[in-house]
Nanobody, 123 residues
């Protein structure tokens, strides 16, 4: 199985930037897609962005287009999410996820998940 560990979360102010990382280990040769989701208490986990591992093709939720950038370093098996112009309502636990197939925004298509990293945006 693929193990995923997120880092880079923290407390920032609205309008600030933050970069999340997700390091993948073990069986990384099987990765085809990696994505970011976020979740707040009482709400469903929502899609943020994903990138195809080999081709690097990104896909973004409409709410983050133009502000978030999803990239990956294949050699280091690491996924990144650069978040600019953060909004208070984007406070959430951010999770990275992996799929062995080319998939899109559906969380059910991802088989492995990290433990999440808290991102808190204050006014």
């Amino acid at each position: 199985q693929v193990q995923l560990v997120e880092s880079g979360g923290g407390l920032v102010q609205a309008g600030d930037s933050l970069r999340l990382s997700c390091a993948a280990s073990t069986r990384t040769f099987s990765i085809r897609t990696m994505g970011w989701f976020r979740q707040t208490p009482g709400k469903d986990r929502e899609f943020v962005a994903r990138i195809t591992w080999v081709g690097g093709t990104p896909l973004y939720a409409d709410s983050v287009k133009g502000r978030f950038t999803n990239t990956r370093d294949v050699n280091k098996s690491t996924l990144f999410l650069k978040m600019n112009s953060l909004k208070c309502e984007e406070t959430a636990v951010y999770y990275c996820a992996e799929s062995a197939r080319l998939v899109g925004a559906a969380k059910s298509d991802y088989g492995y998940w990290g433990q999440g990293t808290q991102v808190t945006i204050s006014a």
